[in-house]
């Protein structure tokens, strides 16, 4: 605990913020988060009926082998698509 006293400097404090909100701001870091934190998973339950696709308004679902994947760089996490599932596949990740 005693090694992080320097980081809590006023000015570290100021310019690790501003640092975040430069890395957030750009839109290539945004498109890289999603990735890794995807806002939704369609699970092996998937039936490949397409009844989600429509549904999505960002066009984040497209067909796959053999289940619907969820793009995570378009997907916005409004969720249309799991009320939308039939089969009950698709679940926040």
């Known amino acids: 605990m005693i ?7 006023e000015k570290n ?5 501003i640092r975040l909100f430069q890395f957030f701001s750009n839109t290539d870091q945004q ?10 998973k369609i699970t092996d339950a998937c039936l490949a009926c397409g009844t989600c696709v429509p549904e999505c308004p960002s066009d984040a679902i497209s067909e796959g082998d053999p289940i619907y994947k ?6 916005t996490d409004c969720g249309t698509c799991v009320s939308a599932c039939p089969a ?6």
């Open 70 to 75: 969820i793009d995570a760089s378009k997907c």
């Open 88 to 93: 009950e596949a698709i679940f926040p990740a």
């Open 3 to 9: 090694f992080m006293l320097p980081l809590l400097h």
């Open 31 to 40: 498109k890289t988060l999603r990735r890794i934190f995807m806002a939704h």
């Open 13 to 17: 404090i100021m310019y690790i913020f």
